[in-house]
């Protein structure tokens, strides 16, 4: 006999004696790594090859006997260890955030009303309710259940679900296993039915605690691209460590100065190390995470940062995600008749409907969660609350639940008198029709009535009834007498986001592809209302299971319609779009929908109706479930990896006239540019300007007008590194005709030295301004808001009036003041960089009229 899921005397703890037990209990979570202590972030940071560096160079400066040169080099190290630390922690606080979203979520009754919660907020004597695809989030007793059955092989290492009853308020807890028992415990999984539970224990002290396992913070696994960086800067530094050799070498036989010929070499390979790329790798997917959540999508795999820009297929459900998911009954059928609900006429439903309204509630849970039976509850306490057709005195004696191969259930009630005994079923028609033993007439004839319905866009039930009087109870719903009572069409209107997203999913080139449980008529309906693509053309579930292979990846390039599906049907959908090239951004929220998540370049699970084995088989997490924050998460990647892109090539460009600016004068025996120290001065700009600056880049306007990246298109393709190349050799070419001109016509080696740096300190804004964006112009880029860069460019500027005009500066960079011509002359070398760039974006984007331009 299954319990009744009986709610109403039931209020739970209040949210006062909820925070009041945290503060005594503390949270509902096991110990995760302890956080890293600001002693442990400067270990880190110190050990990387640029302090390294400076901190040599500092002591080869004490060993010359510059004290003053020394210090500063070393209170440039402190400076940017204070900025990688700043970093560090602000990824660190944003993976924090990101931890506690993903934390598991729980339904619990507080002050008398059902709400979710994090898992982690629980305490002890919170009345938890359960259901299929749920994992357990504390240790509980069952105080009411119905068909429940729990996975504990994560405990107990047995695969088959053991069934659980209540505790009939004895509320002990029993090791784990055994069958027929009332305990549930942390970390399990309900693989059926559905429970109400006392929370007994939390934290350390449930038997996930107390076995030793442990939860593990967020991990993010080394990505293709994690991996394409480590290359790259492996081999750069291994070109760097020769280049440094040689120069030491040249340096020393050419002038005899060994050791500041080791400081010459060093200076270079401070040039040559591009150690920013792991550092903005780390940042950009940290924040990219951070601002989709803040678009209401939880990423809990990296790598769906990389591939959200590369989707070609949005696969979505349609209830929930396109729709509102607020059902309400719009329209029913019994007999020969239909009756179309005005919800402001509520005395006058008749009397030859009555009985389809009274079974389908019966039909139902007494407390409903689902919204199609809170709004068959609401539309029976509308029309029948003057009749004899509510039972809230009759006993739920069984529940038949849905099942695979049937898509109906069935309750068993008995009358307070206990003599008769009555069954409600509610399901697919179908399902229904097949319960009543319809013949082909019957079912040809249900069929018209059903598509006279679907065709309003409505999601549609059918309903029976039998009675019986014998207490024993089959092990089947086939082995009862059913009468069929009629049809109930239920109205879940479109979201008002739907249309205009599914609009911009069609001009950045992402086909939508909708899978329903639905009828073609609804599905049809619902497409023409959203503006999906070919809307008459419907592939079936029965129809696809008859295909071939072979068919169906033919048909489902033209097919964006699946009706009538069940969930793992959507895995072979996956399947046959994945071998047709495409990459699937799929949505789902059940247990069946798993495979299907898992198999998609981007599986996306649903975070408010959606079960714990979704949302752990899915790369992304929607927190509302709403089909225009998929749309807003893909624009978002988009976004976050174009900005890569612009911190890439900004990194690899300003490094050239570094490099060429440190090696050129060690060649051609030419008084040296750059030291140590103005290499630190320059990694003040470099560091925040490609890891704040890029990543607080407003999205492209054309960044949803163009079609999907291809997945096999690297981050540093030849393209980025061609061009960001060819941008730092023409500054270099810039930055040493103004050195070259100022030393031979000049006022001496530190006149040029001082007009060479501040044009590269320009040179280096410049290229900031320049890889901004390439679809704006300059003038176009003041109007996009980035705070970030303004603090940059301020910034860079006030150091470089200290280093110039403040005497103690001048000498420790080497330095000499400058006239105003001689400013003028360096923002004028700027000025040709940024006129030259310009040019090329305004012939660039000409040439590529396909791009929605913005001049």
């Known amino acids: 006999m299954a319990d009744e899921l009986d709610l109403k005397n039931i209020s739970g703890l209040s949210e006062e004696e909820g925070t009041r037990k945290i503060s005594e209990e503390g949270y509902n979570e096991l110990p995760s790594s302890e956080k890293r ?98 994992r357990v989030p504390a240790d509980a007793v069952i105080l009411s259940c119905s068909n429940l059955l729990i996975n504990e092989s994560i405990l107990t290492g047995e695969s088959v679900p053991v069934r659980k009853v209540h505790c009939g308020g004895v509320m002990d807890m029993h090791p784990p296993g055994g069958d027929g028992l009332p305990s549930v415990y942390s970390g399990t999984m309900v693989v059926q039915g559905m429970g109400v539970a006392q929370v007994m224990s939390t934290g350390l002290n449930t038997e996930m605690g107390r076995i030793g396992k442990h939860l593990k913070t967020l991990e993010t696994e080394d990505t293709s691209l994690q991996k394409e960086t480590r290359t790259l800067v492996r081999n750069m530094a291994i070109i760097g460590a020769g280049f440094c050799a040689a120069v030491v070498v040249i340096y020393g036989f050419t002038r005899l100065d060994w050791l500041n010929g ?145 898509l109906a259930m069935s309750h068993v009630w008995q009358s307070p008198d206990g003599e008769d005994y009555i069954i409600a079923t509610k399901g697919a028609p179908e399902a229904v029709a097949d319960l009543c033993h319809f013949n082909r007439a019957e079912i040809d004839k249900l069929s018209s009535n059903i598509s006279l319905m679907a065709k309003d866009g409505l999601r549609i039930i059918g309903v029976a009834n039998g009675s019986f009087k014998k207490p024993d109870l089959p092990h089947e719903q086939h082995d009862f007498h059913f009468e069929f009572l009629g049809l109930v069409g239920f109205l879940d209107p479109v979201r008002i986001q739907v249309p205009p997203a599914v609009e911009e999913c069609y001009q950045a080139g992402i086909r939508v592809v909708m899978i329903t449980g639905d009828y073609p008529g609804t599905a049809k309906n619902i497409a023409k209302t959203i503006g999906l693509k070919n809307p008459e053309e419907v592939i079936t579930g029965p129809e696809l299971d008859e295909m071939s292979d072979d ?172 061009m960001s190349i060819l941008q730092g050799l023409f500054v270099l070419f810039v930055v040493l005709s103004v050195y070259l001109a100022a030393l031979y016509w000049g006022h001496g080696e530190v006149y040029a030295r001082t007009v060479c740096f501040t044009t590269l300190i320009f040179a280096n804004l410049s290229l900031i301004i320049i890889n901004r964006s390439w679809s704006r112009n300059i003038l176009k880029a003041p109007k996009s808001s980035n705070k970030a860069l303004w603090w940059v460019i301020g910034g860079a500027l006030f150091f470089l009036v200290l280093v110039l005009y403040f005497p103690p500066l001048q000498n420790v960079f080497r330095f000499g003041p400058l006239e105003v011509q001689d400013i003028l002359m360096c923002i004028l070398a700027a000025f040709v960089i940024i006129l030259c760039f310009e040019s090329f974006k305004w012939v660039n984007r000409y040439r590529k009229k396909g791009l929605d331009e913005t001049y």
């Open 551 to 722: 068919d169906l990846k033919k048909r489902v390039m033209e097919v964006n319609i699946f009706a009538r599906m069940v969930p793992e049907m959507k895995l072979r959908l996956v399947e046959v779009l994945k071998s047709n090239g495409e990459i699937v951004a799929m949505t789902g929220d059940g247990v069946n929908d798993a495979p299907a998540l898992k198999s998609a370049q981007i599986g996306i699970s649903m975070g408010g109706r959606g079960t714990d084995v979704a949302r752990e088989a899915s790369a992304l997490v929607l927190l509302e479930d709403d089909f225009s924050s998929i749309v807003a998460a893909i624009k978002m990647g988009r976004r976050i990896f174009d900005n890569l892109k612009k911190a890439i090539a900004y990194i690899f460009a300003i490094h050239v006239p570094i490099v060429g600016m440190s090696i050129l004068p060690v060649v051609f025996q030419w008084p040296l540019v750059l030291f140590p120290v103005q290499i630190a001065f320059l990694q003040l700009i470099i560091d925040p300007a490609c890891s704040v600056v890029f990543e607080a880049e407003p999205a492209e306007k054309n960044v949803m007008k163009r079609p999907p990246r291809s997945s096999t298109n690297p981050l540093f393709d030849r393209k980025t590194l061609g």
């Open 37 to 134: 202590s600001f002693l442990t972030i400067v270990l880190e940071v110190v050990r990387e090859p640029m302090f390294l560096l400076l901190i040599a160079c500092g002591t080869i400066y004490l060993f010359l006997g510059d004290l003053q040169e020394a210090l500063m080099l070393l209170g440039f190290v402190f400076v940017i260890m204070g900025i990688t630390f700043y970093q560090e922690r602000k990824t660190e606080r944003t993976l924090e955030a990101l931890r506690d979203l993903s934390s598991p979520r729980a339904r619990v009754i507080r002050d008398g009303k059902q709400k979710r919660i994090a898992g982690k907020e629980l305490v002890t004597d919170d009345v938890i309710m359960l259901k299929e695809g749920d």
């Open 262 to 406: 080791f400081l010459a070499g060093i200076t270079l390979a401070m040039a040559i190390l591009p150690e920013e790329i792991p550092v903005v790798l780390t940042i950009f997917l940290a924040l990219g995470a951070w601002r989709i959540s803040r678009k209401s999508v939880l990423t809990r795999s990296s790598h769906a940062i990389q591939a959200l820009g590369s989707t070609t297929v949005l696969c979505v459900d349609k209830t929930g995600t396109l729709t509102v998911n607020q059902m309400s009954v719009s329209k029913i059928f019994a007999g020969t008749d239909f009756y179309d609900f005005n919800p402001h006429e509520t005395d006058h439903l008749p009397e030859n409907f009555h009985e389809l309204v009274e079974f389908s509630i019966l039909a139902s849970q007494r407390d409903p969660f689902d919204p199609m039976e809170k709004s068959l509850k609401e539309f029976g306490d509308k029309t029948l609350s003057e009749t004899e057709h509510l039972h809230d005195d009759w006993q739920l004696v069984h529940e038949y639940p849905l099942s695979e191969k049937l």
